[in-house]
Nanobody, 119 residues
């Protein structure tokens, strides 16, 4: 089974940038899509950005124009470029991937990487 490992989190000042990486242990070529979610203390986990197998992307309204999700199939890696960071972006960011549908649906989560944005 594919495993996901995130990296790139850290402490950054408001207005700064970070790039998160999510490396899959196997090929991501056949997946439905890969996503970045985040969860702040006391809040529900929320979808930040998704990139599907055809390359289309979508974003939460709160990050549109600031975050960019991209994928490198050759490196089995998905990235999240985060610009103009705000304190409200502070959270644990999780990588997620899914395959199949119905009875064959499979999803995998990474362990998370912490992003802290100071004001």
């Amino acid at each position: 089974q594919v495993q996901l490992v995130e990296s790139g989190g850290g402490l950054v000042q408001a207005g700064g940038s970070l790039r998160l990486s999510c490396v899959a242990s196997g090929s991501i070529f056949s997946i439905n899509g890969m996503d970045w979610y985040r969860q702040a203390p006391g809040k529900q986990r929320e979808l930040v950005a998704r990139i599907i197998s055809g390359g289309s992307t979508n974003y939460a309204d709160s990050v549109k124009g600031r975050f960019i999700i991209s994928r490198d199939n050759a490196k089995n890696t998905v990235y999240l470029q985060m610009n103009s960071l705000e304190p409200e972006d502070s959270a644990v960011y999780y990588c997620h991937a899914d395959w199949g549908a119905g009875a064959t649906y499979v999803e995998v989560w990474g362990q998370g990487t912490l992003v802290t944005v100071s004001s």
